[in-house]
Each structure stands twice: as structure tokens, then as C-alpha cells.
């Protein structure tokens, strides 16, 4: 009878000193950013979507203007509309003057100015207006927050379309020990506005011995229920696995990293992989209180793979209409006022982010390395 015992994987402390190592993901082709003018239509399909992320408390009375005539009302009626002009004449009006009507529209016109997952885009932002556009800290316009579940840490998703979804994730205190090793089921990216993150990919070994360190399961996605509501989502066991570390990078406020979605393939099989593939699966932990703004794009026709507890069931369902895990308006606007202070003093000095490209390093792993600060240190390792 094979016995497993239990192994949660914990990224040290170590690793946010200066021990990158690795390649770091990219992406096959980068999305088309610069953008002159958006038709009124496609805006206001925006500025629907975005009304539909706000606190579902309070989104109502904003997705009934955003449906109506709000865009017309704050930007005029126009068959399209220039962003960077846009953008201006919001930034130009005044804080105190300025209504949340405005806000959510500035909110809207700023997803279109820039894109996540293209790093030229984001190297030619500057990261403290980037993050002022959103106007997350206005308390009547609270994107929908909620406990992540497994991962410690608080998402609030602040646009989402059939394609993208934007979250502003924010990790408390004690996430050193944090997720279980993933991939995600479209490309993604982060850009760090506080504190710091690490992330590492990892190689699995499929095996049922008794060396195995984590269920493998594969992520069947349930479909929405009404705008933008997933119900559930349905993990399903496909046998254990052991994992390698290949890479291990450490980001801080204004740098910015890509992960790239798993190409079509039959399972988990390394072998089919070709180099840039191998860096999907990853996991990440980060210093106290540190904020991120994560992107991702979907993919209809991709399974996704996650790891969990060796000794997990069959089937792992979880949900997301439970209310204890939607913050209220109030619990949401306290954590947000308190992050934006905190936010805006760490970006005074960071100009423009780093980017995957000025970042690349291409190290090989050292071996002798990851034995020193991975495996023989207990508090660090397995």
C-alpha cells in the first residue's frame, strides 16, 4: 500500500534577494495597443462592462446610466472618441470637481489607452496615472471584491468582456506560503504597483509512487450565469505528480511579467512542450501587503492543470456565489483607502515599469543553488 504524506510547496525568503535565474514567459504574438479613437458603440460596450464589475451592491444604478446616456452625458455625443484626448479631459478636471459619473467613464477610456499583456505598452506608461485612471478609490464605484479561496489574497475585478478580465489583487500579511503551484487558461500578466513577487515556473513529473508531492487535476470551466457571474468551476483528479523548478524571478513596484497560456496538447507531457510552453505552470509569493494589477485573456478551447494536497478527493468543486466571500462596500472601500495611500507613496519614485524584455536573463538553472536554497533548508523547501 502506498502511503502519501502531505507537502505544501513554500517559496523562501531567499528567493526575494538577488537569485533570479531562468527565462522568464512570453508571449507568442502581443496584442495591438495604440489606438487613436474608439467608436461611441464600442466605448460604451466598455463602460457597460465596467459597471457590471462594481460592487454588485451598489452596481445597479450604474450599469441602468452606463445602458443609457452616461458616456454622451460626460464626453458628448460623438461617433467615436479620441482616448488620448479623452483621457485628458478627464485627468484635467479637477479631484474636488470631479463626479464619480466621470470617474467611471475615465475608468473605461483607460483600459483602451494601454495593454497589459503587450510589455511596449505598459514600458511606455507611467505607472502612478496608469493606476489613477481606474479610480479604484472612489467608494461609489468599488469593484466587486472577494476572497480568492485557496490563494491568500483579495481580488477585486474591475472590468471584465467575454475576451479580458482586470483584477487589482492585493495580498495581506503572511503569503509566503501561498498557492498551490498553476497554470492559468489564457495568457495573463502582472504589473507590481507595491511591495514585491516572486514568481517561479516548475516542470511536472507525472508518477504514483510514493515520492509524489501533489495531485495533479485538470480545470474544467462551468459557463456564466448572467453577466460576468461564474457559478462554479469543477476540478477533476488526473493521477500525482512531482515538480521541478526551472525558473525564479523576483519583481518589485514598476516591473511587469507574462505568463503565457498552455498550447493545445493531449495532457501533461513535457516532452511535447517546446521551450516557451515549458513556463506556464508557476506559482507565486509575495511580500506583506503587496498589490497587483493582473490581466488575462481567455481561451475557449484550452484545458488548464493545477496541483493540490496529495491526499485531495476525486473531484474538487468551488464556488463563487457564497456571500462570505464578496466584501460589502464598506469592508471594500476601508482596505481600498488604505492601499491607495500606500500605493501612491511607493510609485512617487518609479517612472516607468520594468518590462519581461529588459528583464530577460536567460540563465541556466544552478543546480548547486536551488540544493542550497530549495531542498536542504526545510523552512525554504518542501
Known amino acids: 500500500m502506498i502511503i502519501f504524506i502531505m507537502k505544501r510547496h513554500i517559496i523562501g525568503k531567499n528567493f526575494f534577494e538577488d537569485v533570479d535565474f531562468g527565462l522568464e514567459g512570453t508571449l507568442p504574438t502581443f496584442p495591438n495597443w495604440e489606438l487613436e479613437t474608439i467608436s461611441r458603440e464600442d466605448l460604451k460596450v466598455i463602460l457597460i462592462n465596467a459597471s457590471y464589475s462594481i460592487n454588485p451592491e451598489i452596481n445597479k444604478k450604474w450599469i441602468e446610466s452606463a445602458e443609457s446616456n452616461l458616456l454622451e ?50 514600458a511606455k506608461q507611467d505607472l502612478k496615472t496608469l493606476y489613477l485612471d481606474l479610480c479604484l478609490d472612489d467608494p461609489e464605484l468599488l469593484p466587486e471584491g472577494r476572497d480568492a479561496g485557496a490563494v491568500n489574497k483579495i481580488a477585486f475585478r474591475f472590468y471584465q468582456d467575454d475576451e479580458r478580465r482586470y483584477k487589482f489583487h492585493i495580498y495581506p500579511p503572511n503569503t509566503l506560503a501561498d498557492e498551490y503551484p498553476h497554470e492559468h487558461y489564457g495568457d495573463s500578466a502582472s504589473v507590481i504597483l507595491k511591495g514585491a513577487l516572486v514568481n517561479q515556473h516548475f516542470s511536472l513529473n507525472k508518477t504514483d509512487d510514493n515520492t509524489a ?68 505552470f508557476h506559482q507565486v509569493a509575495t511580500e506583506p501587503n503587496t498589490v497587483t494589477i493582473f490581466a488575462q485573456r481567455f481561451s475557449k478551447d484550452i484545458t488548464s492543470y493545477t496541483t493540490d494536497d496529495i491526499s485531495g478527493p476525486e473531484i474538487i468543486t468551488k464556488e463563487y456565489t457564497k456571500p462570505k466571500r464578496i466584501m460589502t462596500p464598506e469592508e471594500a472601500g476601508q482596505m481600498m483607502k488604505f492601499f491607495h ?21 536567460g540563465k541556466p538553472v544552478n543546480d548547486i543553488l536551488i540544493e542550497r536554497l530549495y531542498i536542504k533548508d526545510k523552512e525554504l523547501g518542501f
Open 213 to 280: 508531492e501533489f495531485g495533479l487535476y485538470v480545470l474544467k470551466k462551468a459557463p456564466f450565469e448572467g453577466k460576468n457571474q461564474r457559478v462554479e468551476k469543477k476540478l477533476y483528479r488526473e493521477g500525482n505528480v512531482n515538480l521541478d523548478l526551472i525558473t525564479s524571478h523576483c519583481y518589485r513596484a514598476g516591473d511587469h511579467y507574462l505568463l503565457p497560456a498552455p498550447a493545445s496538447r493531449d495532457g501533461i507531457s513535457s516532452d511535447k512542450l517546446i521551450e516557451n510552453d515549458k513556463l506556464t
Open 73 to 122: 452625458a460626460v464626453l458628448g455625443e460623438k461617433d467615436e472618441y479620441n482616448i488620448k484626448g479623452s483621457l485628458m479631459f478627464l485627468r484635467n478636471i479637477a479631484e474636488k470637481d470631479k463626479t464619480s459619473e466621470q470617474r467611471l467613464v475615465q475608468r473605461a477610456v483607460s483600459i483602451k489607452s494601454y495593454d497589459l499583456l503587450n510589455p511596449v505598452s505598459i
Open 341 to 361: 495611500r500606500k500605493i501612491l507613496e511607493e510609485l512617487e519614485g518609479v517612472e516607468k515599469p520594468s518590462t519581461i524584455i529588459d528583464r530577460s536573463k
